[in-house]
C-alpha cells in the first residue's frame, strides 16, 4: 500500500511569508500529526488531527495551524515566517484508535524542508 | 514536563553490538517507541514496548523498564547501513486514545559504523 505522501518536498521562503504544506496519510489511517524536526531541538510536536478535528496540540506560536479534511489529508499552515521556522516538517499517519498495540504505530512521510531567507 | 534523553552520539565497528540507552520523565506513561532515520530520510519504525522486559525482533532488541524510566535498543550483528540516527520516542497516557497520536521524541542518537 502506499505510504505517506507529503508535498512539496523542499521549499524556499522569504521572512513574513506565509505557506502551506500537504499530508496524504495511508489509505485507512484517520490520525495525521504534525512534527517540527531541527538540529537543535530534534522532533517537536506540532499538532494532531483525527477525523478532521485537532485532538493534540503543541506548544507552537498561532502561526502554526493546520487542518483535516474529510479524506483524512491534512495541511499545515504556517504564517508570517521567521528564519526560525527553518527545519523539516514531517508528518505521520496512524489508525489513531486505542484498539492494540498495532494500532500505536506511527508511519512517516518524508518530509518537507523549508528553509526560510 | 517531558523530559527524554539519550546520547547524542555513539560509533561501533562492523559485526559488533552496540546498545542506545534511553531515559525518560513524562507526565503519564504508554508507551516506547524506537525509530530508526538515515540523513535525508523518514523515520522508520522499530519497536514498541509496554511492559517491562527485552523485545526481540532480528537482529534488533529493546528493552523497557516503566519502574527505572530506562529503555535500551540493542543492534547485533552492526552493518555499515546500520549507520543512522536512531530515535526514542514516548506514547503518554491514553485517555480514551486522544494521546495515541502524539509522540515526545529525545533528540536522536547518531550511530556511525565503521568498516
Known amino acids: 500500500k502506499a505510504g505517506v505522501t507529503q508535498t512539496p518536498r523542499y521549499l524556499i521562503k522569504t521572512r513574513g511569508q506565509q505557506v502551506t504544506l500537504s499530508c496524504s496519510p495511508i489509505s485507512g489511517h484517520r490520525s495525521v500529526s504534525w512534527y517540527q524536526q531541527t538540529p537543535g531541538q530534534g522532533l517537536q510536536f506540532l499538532f494532531e488531527y483525527f477525523s478532521e478535528t485537532q485532538r493534540n496540540k503543541g506548544n507552537f506560536p498561532g502561526r502554526f495551524s493546520g487542518r483535516q479534511f474529510s479524506n483524512s489529508r491534512s495541511e499545515m499552515n504556517v504564517s508570517t515566517l521567521e528564519l526560525g521556522d527553518s527545519a523539516l516538517y514531517l508528518c505521520a499517519s496512524s489508525l489513531g484508535q486505542p484498539s492494540g498495540r498495532s494500532n500505536t504505530e506511527a508511519f512517516f512521510g518524508q518530509g518537507t524542508r523549508l528553509t526560510v531567507v | 514536563g517531558q523530559n527524554i534523553d539519550q546520547p547524542t552520539e555513539m560509533t561501533a565497528t562492523e559485526g559488533a553490538i552496540v546498545q542506545i540507552n534511553c531515559t525518560y520523565q513524562t507526565s503519564g506513561f504508554n508507551g516506547l517507541f524506537w525509530y530508526q532515520q538515515h540523513a535525508g530520510e523518514a523515520p522508520t519504525f522499530l519497536s514498541y514496548n509496554v511492559l517491562d522486559g527485552l523485545e526481540e525482533k532480528g537482529r534488533f532488541s529493546s528493552f523497557l523498564s516503566r519502574s527505572k524510566g530506562y529503555s535500551y535498543l540493542l543492534l547485533k550483528e552492526l552493518q555499515m547501513k546500520d549507520s543512522a540516527s536512531y530515535l526514542c520516542?514516548?506514547?503518554?497516557?491514553?485517555?480514551?486514545?486522544?494521546?495515541?497520536?502524539?509522540?515526545?521524541f529525545g533528540r536522536g542518537t547518531q550511530l556511525t559504523v565503521w568498516p
Open positions: 520516542a514516548v506514547s503518554p497516557q491514553a485517555d480514551r486514545g486522544s494521546t495515541l497520536g502524539r509522540l515526545y
